[in-house]
């Protein structure tokens, strides 16, 4: 039997594909396209999920799409039509990402449209299913935990009807606690400032997440006149400083909310300290009511092992400060916590919510993309005209290459799925140049000064650097320097002495671990500098023809494609 699990039309398109065993694959189809965030339907991630399983897609017994296009207008449209005329706006192709009545009809025929782009006998008659949206954002993290029982928090911009949902899971079953509705939203809430700050919805979250660091707390009472929670784990918005229920993306924050915080700010222009103080208000918000909704939801189950999954579960540095703030004891979030892991979520919702399949699969690593040969590396340099040697111990010549000063782009085995580079498709550099986190913003990534870099630590030394000492796979969650080791490590310590951790475990990624390890030797620092082998605005390296173009536009000094070396 095997389920392949698609999310499309909205943005992050995927695929993955189960099979008798477990997980076979799992893709981006930006990675493919080289169109981030891209919301086609993906063509080319279906077939590399059917070619890493050795199958055609006549194969498949199974297809599981992310969304309910139908709970969507059923739920949408009464709130759209008490809304007129001004949700007419909602239309406009600026409205939305993907303009609504594209999506929806893009949704309702997704079945024409898949058999469209593949090679399908008239005889293929698989069972579709078409997954509740945050159903299948719980079953992606629920169903390749460590945990038989959890708590189950998704939370993100929106779904069918819903921005959040409060579940817990036992087994094979996962029961909805609470749905908080949209337009009442957290996740699309953090958004709208996103935009509001002159970066884009649904891209650059991240950047906000940055920017709170440097500022303060200045409209701590504004956000609390903007989001109200319950005793019951959930929340409702003031739709008076809040406009995208009416214009979607026209026009996402109000006059009102103008008023108090004035005019948005334009896309380029400096960044003053009212931008810093509203990113970190912002952060501020989502972090006490994201506390207040898993004090609540711990209240309904009283089970300690949390898992969590949605847009709003990619704010590592507020998964950071969960323990500390709830009765929660452990943490599972998988490393495509947004939407593109809706696709491995539909497709484990049908085999073990559906079908009641048992449960097979503990997700402990992120690397279910394609790899590639030796003659592949090899007719990638060459087709370019670069010279290149092979070396037998690549981990210690790498260690060493680093401890030097060089940045390296570094391409190994299998790709991530997700939006984090975990040390196969990742650029590595010297944590302890305090000059390297602006050359590597400048010269190689391109992109904004106050954005940090990630140390990548070897498992077994994280309670020695950090001050919390849980593994963190996935770089998914932000953890406090201890005082002694924040200086060691500039070039990965951010501005409030904080680092978004890669625990890197020698179990799940040999060859990575090694290399941290000699720089160790080399260095004492059991820490490396890691970042998504790409620049800013396009997807990280799938081939390694992407390595090679990526290589020669940027300051990279030198690439590793397996244990191939090429050197500026």
Not at 253 to 280: H, W
Not at 471 to 498: G, S
């Amino acid at each position: 039997m095997y389920i392949l699990g698609i999310n499309a039309f909205l943005h992050d398109s995927a695929a993955s594909l189960i099979g008798p065993e477990g997980i076979i694959a799992c893709a981006e189809e930006e990675r493919f396209t080289r169109v981030k965030h891209t919301f086609a339907y993906p063509k080319n991630a279906v077939d590399y999920c059917l070619q890493e399983a050795k199958i055609d897609i006549n194969k498949v017994t199974h297809v599981a799409f992310f969304w309910n296009p139908y709970y969507e207008l059923f739920h949408k449209l009464p709130p759209f039509l008490k809304g007129l005329p001004f949700t007419l706006q909602l239309f406009k192709k600026q409205a939305a990402i993907n303009p609504f009545s594209r999506r929806i009809i893009s949704m309702i025929r997704f079945k024409p449209i898949m058999k469209q782009s593949h090679k399908i006998r008239p005889d293929w008659k698989p069972t579709f299913h078409l997954v509740n949206h945050h159903m299948a954002h719980a079953a992606s993290s629920f169903y390749v935990s460590p945990f038989n029982e959890a708590s189950i928090l998704t939370a993100d911009g929106y779904s069918e009807y819903g921005s959040t949902l409060l579940a817990y899971g036992k087994g094979n079953r996962m029961v909805k606690l609470k749905i908080v509705k949209f337009p009442n939203s957290l996740g699309q809430l953090y958004g709208a400032i996103t935009e509001f700050l002159g970066y884009k919805i649904c891209n650059c979250e991240g950047k906000v997440m940055a920017l709170a660091s440097f500022g303060k707390d200045r409209y701590h009472d504004l956000f609390d006149k903007i989001v109200q929670c319950d005793d019951d784990g959930g929340f409702e918005m003031n739709f008076k400083y809040i406009a995208y229920q009416k214009y979607g993306l026209i026009r996402l924050m109000s006059e009102k909310f103008e008023n108090e915080v004035g005019l948005p700010r334009k896309k380029e222009a400096e960044i003053t300290e009212r931008d810093y103080d509203l990113a970190a208000s912002m952060q501020s918000c989502l972090e006490r009511n994201l506390f207040k909704i898993l004090n609540q939801l711990y209240a309904k189950t009283r089970v300690s092992n949390l898992c969590l999954a949605g847009g709003v579960a990619l704010n590592s540095v507020a998964n950071g400060k969960i323990l500390d703030n709830t009765p929660f004891k452990d943490i599972y979030i998988q490393p495509a916590a947004n939407d593109a892991g809706t696709s491995i979520g539909s497709a484990l919702y049908v085999k073990h919510f559906v079908l009641n399949q048992p449960r097979n699969i503990h997700m402990t690593h992120a690397y279910w993309g394609p790899s590639y040969s030796d003659k592949e590396y090899e007719a990638a340099f060459e087709k370019r005209g670069i010279q290149y040697r092979k070396e037998k111990n690549i981990e210690k010549t790498c260690a060493k290459f680093i401890a030097e000063g060089k940045i390296i782009g570094w391409f190994q085995g299998r790709m991530e799925f997700g939006p984090r580079a975990l040390g196969n498709r990742s650029i590595f550099a010297d944590p302890r140049d305090p000059k390297m986190k602006d050359r590597l913003n400048e010269k190689v990534k391109h992109r904004e000064p106050y954005r940090p870099f990630a140390p990548a630590i070897k498992l077994e030394s994280v309670q020695d650097y950090f001050e919390t000492g849980d593994p963190e796979p996935f770089m998914l969650r932000v953890y406090r320097f201890k005082n002694e080791k924040a200086e060691k490590v500039p070039a990965v310590n951010h501005v409030d002495d904080t680092g978004r951790v890669q625990t890197v475990d020698r179990k799940t990624n040999a060859r990575f671990w090694k290399l941290i390890d000699e720089f160790e030797t080399l260095t004492g620092i059991p820490i490396i500098l890691n970042t998504s082998f790409n620049i800013q605005g396009e997807p990280i390296v799938c081939t390694p023809d992407d390595a090679v173009n990526c290589y020669l536009g940027t300051d990279i000094d030198i690439l590793i494609l397996g244990n191939y070396i090429a050197e500026k």
